[in-house]
């Protein structure tokens, strides 16, 4: 079961830290992925981090901006979100993965309730 929390109305500019909880004791045996869904689109990928935490991958339109990380011992994940624009508004969802990461939706196996992050121009 995950559960994802942090979410917010923020300023363009700023930031916001999403976490996103686990249950269960096989956690570290698990790629995370962040995706997202504005209103009218389809769910896209922000960010994966492998079962170690040793690599990660970004969508374009985050990088530089955004960090996933993550912490086995409390189960875990995080999404640092920095310079936040209005184009980052949209229901955030964190995603588990048995194995090797990936940046396809289709390809986890677990997704927790989304949490809503909007950011106003």
């Known amino acids: 079961q995950l559960q994802a929390s942090g979410g917010g109305l923020v300023q363009a500019g700023g930031s916001l830290r999403l976490s996103c909880a686990a249950s269960g004791r096989t956690f570290s045996s698990y790629a995370m992925g962040w995706f997202r869904q504005a209103p009218g689109k389809e769910r896209e990928f922000v960010a994966t981090?492998?079962?170690?935490?040793?690599?990660?991958y970004y969508a374009d339109s985050v990088k530089g901006r955004f960090t996933i990380s993550r912490d086995n011992a409390k189960n875990t994940v995080y999404l640092q979100m920095n310079s936040l624009k209005p184009e980052d508004t949209a229901v955030y969802y964190c995603?588990?993965?048995?194995?090797?990461?990936?940046?396809?939706?289709?390809?986890?196996?677990?997704w927790g309730e989304g949490t809503l992050v909007t950011v106003s121009s």
């Open positions: 981090i492998s079962s170690s935490g040793g690599g990660t």
């Open positions: 995603a588990a993965r048995y194995g090797i990461w990936r940046s396809g939706p289709q390809e986890y196996d677990y």
